[in-house]
């Protein structure tokens, strides 16, 4: 079994940060893709941010130069810096992770149960 426990989400004002984490646990041979996706109500899941095993990362044009992410792999720990934060920004954030159980098996995705981050002006 794996877990994706999310920490950090909040409330915070306008031009404010946060920071995120997402710890994975259980039966995990090998973690690949982490990320961050955020879902805000009436809109459709997005994603915010990814990094890849070998560091690279990739970010939604409306957070690029505002979040940072970044991993250690040694704790299967994924976070994400907020910083200037907007109204805009608020949403429930999802971790998720493509992972491997064993070292035969496939990559496969999981997700945590999410954590609200609102920003008021």
């Known amino acids: 079994q794996v877990q994706l426990v999310e920490s950090g989400g909040g409330l915070v004002q306008a031009g404010g940060s946060l920071r995120l984490s997402c710890v994975g646990s259980g039966s995990i041979f090998r973690i690949n893709t982490m990320g961050w996706h955020r879902q805000a109500p009436g809109k459709q899941r997005e994603l915010v941010a990814n990094?890849?095993?070998?560091?690279?990362?990739n970010y939604a044009d409306s957070v690029r130069g505002r979040f940072t992410i970044s991993r250690d792999n040694a704790k299967n720990t994924v976070y994400l810096q907020m910083n200037s934060l907007k109204p805009e920004d608020t949403a429930v954030y999802y971790c998720?992770?493509?992972?491997?159980?064993?070292?035969?098996?496939?990559?496969?995705?999981?997700w945590g149960q999410g954590t609200q981050v609102t920003v008021s002006l």
């Open positions: 990094i890849f095993s070998g560091g690279s990362t």
């Open positions: 998720q992770a493509n992972l491997q159980t064993s070292g035969m098996g496939s990559s496969v995705g999981y």
